[in-house]
């Protein structure tokens, strides 16, 4: 998959709890992408970053926020999880604007109960 | 809203056949058109992509036919085969706006 691990690959939370996922990538590329992918909806961006500290939103960022403090490391955070963010997290990477190939992790499975 | 509209929802056909997905979109600046596939358990792989400027863009078995006055795109694979059968999610974008479509699930049987 490109170089990139997401971490957990699967995660059960209790609502109300801080939950965060972790993508790193071993291509040193510029761009990182949150999304989630729900049935129906195909995947939606949460959030992207286009280096290091340089993040902004996407289409259903609320509830979210994200980090990035390395080329390599992007995190996504649930600051408070609701059931609704039940979903399956994909991070994305990509050499350059979205007009670019973009590569995608394998996914995280969170379940919020 | 969803501004990129994929059609149908899920698609059987038989070996060889040439099954076709759509796909609308509706925001006039997007101007890159990627088709991903999706196998269980695994991350959206870049199948193949266009740009506005071209109608129609072949890679092997998969073809991308593009109407810009319609605002419409589709993709056709010709002689399918089982290896095929997976999600195909097509996409529109322009800069860092990416908007995916609901997907398509295509069975393929041998």
């Known amino acids: 998959d490109a170089g990139i691990t997401q971490s957990p690959r699967h995660k059960v939370t209790e609502t109300g709890t801080p939950v965060t996922l972790r993508c790193h990538q071993t291509e040193n590329h510029r761009y990182m992408y949150w999304y989630r992918q729900d049935p129906g909806h195909g995947l939606r961006l949460i959030h992207y970053?286009?280096?290091?500290?340089?993040?902004d939103k996407g289409e259903v960022s609320d509830g979210y926020s994200v980090s990035r403090s390395k080329t390599e490391d992007f995190l996504l955070t649930l600051e408070s999880a609701t059931s609704s963010q039940t979903s399956v997290y994909f991070c994305?990477?990509?050499?350059?604007?979205?007009?670019?190939?973009?590569?995608f992790g394998q996914g995280t499975r969170l379940t919020v109960v | 809203q969803q501004q990129v509209k994929q059609s149908p929802q899920s698609l059987i056909v038989q070996k060889g056949g040439i099954p076709i997905i759509n796909c609308a979109y509706e925001n006039t600046a997007f101007d890159y058109f990627p088709w991903y596939q999706q196998f269980p358990g695994k991350g959206p792989a870049l199948l193949i992509a266009i740009r506005p400027d071209v109608s129609e863009k072949k890679e092997g078995r998969f073809t991308i036919s593009f109407n810009k006055s319609a605002k419409q795109f589709s993709l056709h694979i010709m002689d399918s085969q089982p290896g095929d059968s997976a999600t195909y999610f097509c996409a529109a974008g322009n800069n860092n706006d990416m908007r995916f479509g609901a997907g398509t699930r295509l069975t393929v049987k041998p």
């Open positions: 994305a990477i990509s050499g350059g604007m979205v007009n670019t190939e973009a590569f």
């Open positions: 970053s286009y280096g290091v500290k340089d993040t």
